[in-house]
């Protein structure tokens, strides 16, 4: 069931085999991270409780990645190698999922912002009420 104030966005991965549920407002704030890995892979994210994310399918076609201090559990499909989402460090409460894995991406009221993730203890605070109901 969708909370009021927020409509429900399909994604997944390029092959189709994982799939997922978010549920977002009309207009809402995506991460533009320079961490190590969101820079060298392009991503770009919305953090969401864990109560607005569902996985519909694809829990066994998921692949973990863990650095650092492990905090992160970075999931990407085993068959076309895309993350979709993950649990970030900073939030590990909820999901980011990433913007261009939704189904109607191009057509979305976002909000694109600068996250330096290069200097992550100084930063993440600013962060962790995206996941909190």
Not at 85 to 102: E, H, I, K, M
Not at 104 to 128: H, M
Request: some cysteine.
């Amino acid at each position: 069931m969708t909370l009021p104030g927020l409509n429900t966005q399909a994604g997944g991965c390029h092959c189709g085999a994982v799939r997922f549920e978010v549920d977002l407002p009309a207009a809402f704030e995506v991460e533009d991270c320079n961490c190590s890995i969101c820079a060298m892979s392009g991503n770009i994210h919305v953090i969401v409780p864990a109560s607005r994310f569902r996985l519909l399918q694809g829990a066994e076609n998921l692949a973990e990645y863990t650095f650092n201090t492990g905090g992160a559990k970075h999931r990407f499909c085993k068959t076309c190698g895309i993350k979709s989402f993950y649990v970030p460090r900073s939030n590990q409460d909820g999901f980011a999922v990433t913007w261009r894995c939704l189904d109607e991406w191009q057509t979305l009221d976002v909000t694109v912002n600068k996250f330096d993730g290069q200097n992550w203890e100084a930063n993440a605070a600013a962060l962790a009420h995206k996941s909190k109901d």
